[in-house]
């Protein structure tokens, strides 16, 4: 019996982060738009190989993307903003990147679009923005050449498209309209498409409908029924995809739908198997989601064999075998971790090896296990026997800390309106005081400096020295600029969760593990295989050396146990609340230590907090329990004299404001500046008790920010704030621009608070 096996996406970034490293090129000027399309032509025909190698029956395209999927959907659909002053016909790649960073090599510059994560992913994408009386039309031009040169290449092909309900979902209405009211004009296009992909000899199209494991009105399901209903004289045979979670009270209409496969996510949600078995019409194939396409352990093949047999007996050969979700959000190979231990190592599987998880689980389904296939069956039930049984992952002194924690741990010993009292009488700041959100450019002389120490070639002298002379570099700006709370800059680090992790017990650390974040950007996440602590002090050294070169005052920074959860790879063996309480402890000790050494501003940053909260609603009471305890449980050690602050970012706020306030940080600093300040439209009816520096320009671009734009912002947010409770920043934090984009963007930063004083 033949299984079909295929995958939702494929990391595009590269194995050695090509893509990263040529589009930075092209940006810069160092690289032509023929040899940046040759770049990307390229890495499409490995990552296609690599799946071909694999023993896949499909190759998935749609998946690549110079920047992100979603924006390439804007493009194909012609969804151009008016500022961009293009028509669709007549977008080309520099269009694409005005509106990914606001600024390209050529056209002309303008405020880029809104980016946010991708559900409860660490993935950002650019959020499609509808106008009143949006048009649709087709330029299909890049995904039928991709098309083609898979064909070309001797690929059996299936295309990815996200579905016409997720992409309307995802994208914003530009004034007061439904954007479900555009799905009579969206879909004729879609239509077109898939025609188009048709007279290509495309067989499958996966249509990715990811909203369907939301919560969702009653319109917006109906609308499910209209737009299938509409799409389904297209000849090409559609795989709906549904990930991220489970379909609960969709699953009756996913079934029903007219499409010709249904796609589940059996990761999160096994348990949904059995009912779709039982309701699953006989002309529908199902895939199985079985591969955990969000983590980088191991699959237990054994136990998914006996998982899915009742569904083989059932299916046969309408059965098909996948990873849960896309791949993207892995690292791409294994096997160049060299230096990773290699017990941990036992343990893991990046995308690669899970394209050969899903090919050795169909050999073991089907029987037909050859002798090499045996022997990597074998060793796949040799490594879940060393991980289960491993005397690293568990210390019973961290479970018995955890076990101690009382109420009390979580209290600030004063209310914010006494705390504040105590913190001004010696911060004296200004009205509408200025700061940012902590780290400066990550200069090449930095990274340089980093790659010698670690290469052994710059001894740890003068590798201190060198950050040293970066942090007073960054402290004279500071001043020069005339910022109020100083930070020192995050010269040392190389991200602000790895920088944590590698100093924590219970954390590994990957040379390659790259996943792409947003555009070029690609974070390592670490991975937390055991329980975690804290052996020694991890930034008090830095942030007392900054104090000491200056007399305003100093900021220590640290990632929240929110965020160090979020943004590593989490062992699946205990319940994530679990782990994220373990971190807060280590970083409650930070605090402390800070505080001790005369860091009385600290700031805890959050960013990570939106992006954990669970796609259905009737779980969110509950993950906001433990997400707020955690952070309250790392900050509430402080004394009230000592000001906290948090940090979010590229996330939507507005219907978990409530749980925000309830962390009682003193000052808060969020991403409002791509969205034009929208996120503050909470405050109209949710009186948010403590401070708060909404984001006044977006650092994601190149682009000098304007003192009257930046004026203006702010006069909008004190519409809702008091101008007392108000600080003026920056959206995020400086490391990944240049010092001659930071510099004149602080400066009218600074002039734009001038303004707003003399203007109160």
Not at 217 to 246: D, I, M, R
Not at 352 to 378: F, I, M, P, Y
Not at 452 to 476: N, P
Not at 592 to 605: N, S
């Amino acid at each position: 019996m033949k299984l079909t096996t295929h995958t939702l996406g494929y990391p595009r970034i590269g194995a050695q982060r090509e893509l990263k490293k040529a589009l930075e090129a092209y940006w810069a000027g160092e690289l032509t738009r023929e040899a940046l399309e040759q770049a990307g032509k390229e890495l499409r025909a490995r990552h296609w190989q690599e799946q071909k190698d694999a023993g896949l029956d499909f190759v998935t395209v749609g998946d690549f993307a110079f920047y992100d999927q979603i924006l390439n959907l804007s493009l194909a659909f012609g969804v151009i903003p008016p500022r961009f002053q293009t028509a669709p016909e007549q977008a080309d790649l520099d269009t694409y990147f005005c509106m990914a960073r606001g600024r390209a090599p050529t056209g002309t510059p303008a405020a880029a679009c809104e980016m946010t994560k991708w559900f409860d992913t660490n993935y950002h994408y650019l959020v499609p923005e509808f106008q009143s009386q949006q048009t649709f039309s087709l330029q299909p031009q890049r995904l039928l050449s991709e098309v083609q040169e898979a064909l070309a290449l001797g690929h059996q092909v299936k295309v990815v498209l996200t579905g016409p309900l997720t992409f309307l979902w995802q994208g914003k209405a530009q004034g007061d309209f439904d954007r479900l009211a555009l799905l009579p004009e969206l879909l004729p296009v879609y239509a077109q498409l898939l025609q188009k992909l048709a007279n290509q000899g495309v067989s499958w199209v996966q249509l990715d409908e990811p909203i369907l494991a939301l919560d969702l009105p009653q319109s917006w399901k109906q609308a499910f029924e209209t737009a299938y209903n509409q799409l389904q004289s297209a000849p090409v045979k559609k795989l709906l995809a549904v990930y991220f979670g489970g379909l609960e009270d969709n699953l009756g209409l996913a079934v029903q739908l007219p499409v010709d496969g249904l796609h589940l996510d059996l990761v999160r949600a096994p348990q949904e198997l059995q009912q779709v078995l039982d309701r699953l019409p006989a002309y529908k194939i199902l895939s199985a989601g079985v591969i955990d396409g969000r983590n980088i352990w191991r699959s237990d093949l054994e136990s998914l064999n006996q998982q899915l047999s009742e569904a083989l007996e059932r299916l046969g050969e309408r059965l098909w075998l996948a990873p849960s979700c896309s791949l993207l959000h892995v690292p791409h190979d294994l096997v160049q971790e060299d230096q990773l231990d290699n017990e941990l190592k036992s343990w893991m599987a990046f995308a690669r090896q899970k394209l050969d998880e899903v090919t050795l689980l169909v050999a073991s389904l089907s029987g037909g296990v050859t002798a090499e296939q045996r022997q990597a069956l074998e060793a796949n039930r040799q490594a879940r026997i060393s991980r289960n049984g491993s005397h690293r992952i568990h210390q019973p002194t961290v479970q018995q800390r955890l076990a101690a924690v009382d109420p009390a741990m979580l209290e600030r010993d004063a209310p914010y309106a006494e705390r504040i009292k105590a913190q001004q009488d010696w911060l004296k700041l200004p009205l509408f005081p200025t700061t940012s959100i902590g780290s400066f450019p990550q200069t090449p002389e930095i990274r340089k400096a980093r790659r010698d120490y670690k290469a052994g070639t710059l001894d740890e002298a003068a590798y201190r020295a060198a950050m040293q002379q970066e942090i007073a570099y960054c402290i004279r700006q500071q001043e020069q600029l005339g910022i109020d709370v100083l930070v020192h800059g995050e010269a040392e680090r190389n991200d602000m969760v790895e920088y944590f992790g590698e100093q924590l017990q219970g954390y590994a650390f990957t040379r390659f593990g790259w996943v792409q974040s947003y555009g070029s950007r690609c974070v390592k996440p670490p991975v937390i295989y055991g329980d975690v602590s804290r052996p020694q002090a991890m930034t008090v050294e830095w942030s007392v050396f900054a104090q000491s070169l200056t007399d305003r005052p100093m900021k220590g920074m640290l990632t929240g146990p929110l965020t160090c959860l979020q943004w590593a790879f989490v062992r699946d063996d205990q319940p994530r609340e679990t782990t994220c309480k373990q971190i807060a402890l280590a970083l409650r000790d930070e605090v402390r230590d800070l505080e001790a050494a005369g860091i009385r501003v600290i700031q805890i940053d959050e960013p990570a907090f939106r992006e954990g909260l669970p796609l259905r609603k009737a779980d969110w009471a509950a993950y906001l329990r433990w997400a707020v305890d955690s952070f309250r449980l790392t900050a509430a050690v402080a004394a009230d004299s000592t000001q906290i602050h948090t940090h979010m970012c590229y996330s939507e706020f507005n219907d978990i404001i409530q749980a925000i306030a309830d962390l009682d940080a003193d000052v808060i600093t969020i991403e409002t500046s791509r969205s034009n300040m929208e996120l503050l439209d909470a405050f109209e009816d949710f009186d948010y008790p403590n401070e708060i520096g909404p984001g006044v320009y977006d650092i994601h671009s190149p682009n000098i920010p304007e003192v009257d734009w930046m004026v203006a912002l702010m006069k909008k947010a004190a519409e809702k704030i008091p101008p007392q409770r108000l600080w003026v920043n920056p959206d995020c934090g400086l490391k990944t621009r240049r010092w001659e984009e930071v510099t004149p963007a602080l400066a009218a930063m600074v002039e734009a608070t001038r303004q707003l004083r003399q203007l109160n």
